[in-house]
């Protein structure tokens, strides 16, 4: 079972909905959850982070964490085709000391 | 404020040579990441820093594979003897303390010929 897992895509969703991510991790002790947006030859670039249950805002981004499901999630809202992108999730566990990052999920937002 | 900063930006070498990676972190960032990445597929740990020091080595693929970070800044990555399997893009990433929000570099891409 892979650590943190995400469905590879491709996500296609029209210009102006919706798009949703998931991610899935598998250790109970994780604390610190992330989302990244890479563009193709670029470096991850961090969206959002967040730490406890519940809902995080920032613009049209959205992050959902469920500790107990062991479930994070990340909505864009208003999609534009500039976020056409790979969605990488990371987990933090202080154990460990590492970031473990999911391999992505492809966006393609259709003008 | 600067950024993390990565250099070289691109690196071709032989077969064989030993070739250096250098990450400058965010003024004040404790932990230090370097990651790789192949074509097509996702990150891959290689080493943590907590100030000068490396409580986690494991991810480095072979002895091949040494870093070090001085001043609790600059970290360098050497690569010995490179091969082939070695192309990859290298990044660096730094967070305030580890477990916080980690920012990455551009990376350098390396290329063995």
């Known amino acids: 079972q892979k650590e943190v897992e995400q469905n590879s895509g491709p996500l296609s969703v029209p210009e102006g909905a919706i798009a949703s991510l998931n991610c899935t991790y598998s250790?109970?002790?994780?604390?610190?959850f992330f989302w990244y947006r890479q563009y193709s030859g670029k470096s991850p670039e961090l969206i959002m982070s967040?730490?406890?249950?519940g809902d995080k805002e920032d613009g049209r981004f959205t992050a959902q964490l469920n500790k107990a499901s062991q479930y994070v999630s990340l909505l864009i809202r208003d999609s534009q085709p500039s976020d056409s992108a790979t969605y990488l999730c990371?987990?933090?566990?202080?154990?460990?000391?590492?970031?473990?990052f999911g391999t992505g999920t492809r966006l393609k937002v259709l003008a | 404020g600067a950024g993390v900063s990565q250099s070289p930006s691109n690196k071709v070498t032989e077969k064989g040579k030993d070739v250096e990676l250098r990450c400058d972190p965010i003024?004040?960032?404790?932990?230090l990441y370097w990651y790789r990445q192949s074509l097509g597929q996702g990150l891959e740990f290689l080493i943590y820093f907590q100030g000068n020091s490396a409580p986690d080595k494991s991810g480095l693929p072979s002895d091949r594979f040494s870093a070090e970070r001085t001043g609790g800044s600059v970290s360098t990555l050497t690569i010995q003897r490179t091969q082939q399997e070695d192309s990859a893009v290298y990044l660096c990433?730094?967070?305030?303390?580890?477990?916080?929000?980690?920012?990455f570099g551009p990376g350098t891409r390396l290329t063995v010929l």
């Open positions: 250790d109970r002790g994780s604390q610190s």
């Open positions: 967040i730490y406890s249950n």
């Open positions: 990371a987990v933090y566990t202080s154990g460990t000391y590492k970031y473990i």
């Open positions: 003024s004040g960032h404790t932990a």
């Open positions: 990433a730094s967070s305030f303390l580890r477990g916080n929000e980690q920012f």
